[in-house]
């Protein structure tokens, strides 16, 4: 946003424009206006206000405080012993391209090498994939609350975005399907969904899927299925994956499914993802690549590969490990004065109502500094998260007892309870 306005009194009586010293502040470089009214991250507010706090536990951000298992880091040393320091191919190298497609097919059906596109992680293949479909004007729908970057990234192309509100109640969060279906007009562009969701923890139904994909089919609706936190899904014994839109739609479908070996192997700082693509835009998706970071590093990707193969007992117990940890944290969160916090089926987080978080960010700034709790705000993830808060629970159980004790002596000081 410019404010020329309010500096020109600056300009106008300048009489010698020869004097370069002085630059009015109309005249001093800034962003255009789409990236200038982004909204900037509350996480980081709130983590910023923690610098310089001794021993802050931190809660908010979305990742384990475990490190990347020890056989991923050594195929990663490995290949830089080897001297695999080139650039590879924008889509990936055709090794970490075949075992993805086996890994895709295993879990949801057949799919080959030609639809799976390494990207540098899931927030790149999520801006990749909004590049091949939207620009200015068009029109993008999102299903909120929501990690912020699914709503902000349409914007930075020019595309419009609306929000759609999952309803809270006695079940959690919960899906208004026709307030969704009517919210997806025919002149809509793009659908962007999160499931299992960040930061609700929400699992979309296969049912639910499936009208949503006939209604998209119906109307040459895009669908952006981001699906990073799949294996992050506590369901009936022997389920593998949340339900996937890739389990109802051929390949060629107007569907792009977003992944990353950030969350099922704790790879967050690695920066490796993929996207299943239809084919057919493989050639423009190379394009976008290249324009935008060539390729994924070529040791990591060769740690990618590694994950695939070998990792599956690894992602096993991490979700046993999360899900113990989950209902540890909501037993010891339900026994606060005020709290109300449901189980949900999916990812790592707990979104729940606290009582003073009708200002969240104010009251997450405040437990940083008054308690060395981090916690992100509710939100930070849309208007319809005010009032809740959002609390990582992939650590161990003691680390998050810690947490709670924190939190349970903030509240009594202020006299919950
Ligand atoms: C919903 C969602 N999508 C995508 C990502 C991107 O993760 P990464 O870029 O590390 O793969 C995250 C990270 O927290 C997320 O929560």
Known sequence: MSDSALTSSFTSDSSD??????????????????????????????????????????????????????????????????????Y???LGIAPLREVLARYVSELHGATSPESIAVTSAGVNALMLAAQLVVGTGDRTVALTPLWPNLVEIPKILGATVETVSLSYGERGWTLDLDRLLAALTP?????????PNNPTGWVMTRDEQRTVLDHCRRHGIWIVADEVYERLYYGEAGERAASSFLDLTSRDERLICVNSFSKA???????????????????????????????????????????????????????????????HLAAALARLPGVDVKVPHGAMYLFFRLPGAQQSLALCKALVRDAGLGLAPGSAFGPEGEGFVRWCYACDPARLDAGVERLAGYLAARGVG
Request: charged share 20%.
């Open 187 to 195: 002149d809509t562009k793009l659908l962007m969904i999160n499931s």
């Open 265 to 327: 192997w704790l790879m967050t700082g690695w920066r490796l993802g993929w996207m299943v693509t239809p084919p057919t835009l493989m050639g423009d998706l190379g394009k976008l690549v290249e324009y935008n970071t060539s390729c994924a590093p070529s040791f990591v990707q060769q740690a990618g590969i590694a994950a695939v193969e070998h990792g599956e007992p690894f992602t096993r117990s991490l979700v046993a490990d999360l899900r113990v940890s989950r209902d």
């Open 88 to 90: 590879t191919h924008n």
């Open 17 to 86: 424009s020869s004097d370069s010293s002085f630059t009015s502040k109309a005249d001093l470089p800034e962003a255009r206006d789409a990236v200038q009214t982004l909204r900037s991250s509350q996480i980081r507010e709130v983590a910023n206000a923690g610098f310089g706090v001794p021993d802050v536990l931190p809660f908010w951000f979305g990742e384990s405080d475990r490190v990347t298992p020890p056989f991923i880091r050594e195929a990663a040393a490995e290949a830089l012993g080897r001297g695999d320091t080139f």
